[in-house]
């Protein structure tokens, strides 16, 4: 069964600074997806980014970046430039491919604290 | 606007007395499920459905019915709540469930309490 861990149960930083949230996983297939989710206190679940393990180039998405090491099992999230807004709780999240059940596979979460 | 809605929002009930959550969806999408998120699990799959009439148990089933009678609609019921049920539900939806990575869309999440 795959399994999704996220090491750091909180973390801060100052605005204006870069942090990186941890996640590693552990699965047997070769091809899935990987997510990075956004729960601010609103509860809310987000889309920050997505990665297809396929694909070797890390993504992107504005302020937000991944480093996905497939050998490592490891798929870490890059916030630069934090933000305010970007206080939130962080679930790094699996979903196999070609399965059937479509179900994400969550890991416990990160609350990260942006200060000002 | 598209969007997951759930309703209520917020519920506090006792234990025993049945309760159905609401979801809605307006994407027209397949794939529909439900999550119950607790303080230091994260999300937990409850049950999923990959269209009308075809409902499956996730990770966490017991306690739970669901029914797709619509696409749009995933109710979740609890028959006999418990307070081990108490939790922040998210309902979901995607396209599809055959694991092609498409984005699960979530409802705002709805806050039970069962005393």
């Known amino acids: 069964a795959q399994t999704v861990t996220q090491s750091q149960p909180e973390m801060s930083v100052q605005e204006a600074e870069t942090v990186t949230l941890s996640c590693t996983y552990d699965?047997?297939?070769?091809?899935?997806?990987l997510f990075w989710y956004k729960q601010p206190p609103s509860r809310q679940m987000i889309l920050v980014i997505r990665?297809?393990?396929?694909?070797?180039q890390n993504a992107t998405e504005n302020r937000f970046s991944v480093n996905f090491q497939k050998a490592a099992k490891s798929f870490s999230l890059k916030i630069s430039d934090s933000q305010l807004g970007d206080t939130a709780m962080y679930f790094c999240a699996f979903m196999n491919y070609g399965g059937s059940q479509g179900n994400l596979i969550f890991g416990k979460g990160t609350k990260l604290s942006v200060k000002p | 606007e598209a969007q997951v809605t759930q309703n209520p929002r917020y519920l506090i009930t006792v234990t025993g007395k049945k309760l159905t959550v609401t979801c809605s969806q307006n994407?027209?999408?397949?794939?529909m499920s439900w999550y119950r998120q607790d303080p230091g699990l994260g999300l937990r799959q409850i049950y999923y459905?990959?269209?009308?009439?075809?409902?499956d148990k996730g990770d966490v089933p017991e306690g739970y019915k669901v029914s797709r009678k619509e696409k749009r609609n995933f109710p979740l019921i609890l028959e006999s709540p418990s307070p081990n049920q108490t939790s922040l539900y998210f309902c979901a939806s995607s396209l599809s469930g055959q694991g092609r990575g498409y984005e699960q869309y979530f409802g705002p999440g709805t806050r039970l309490t069962v005393t």
């Open positions: 699965t047997s297939e070769n091809n899935y997806y």
């Open positions: 994407m027209n999408h397949e794939y």
């Open positions: 459905s990959m269209n009308v009439e075809v409902t």
């Open positions: 990665q297809e393990a396929y694909k070797q």
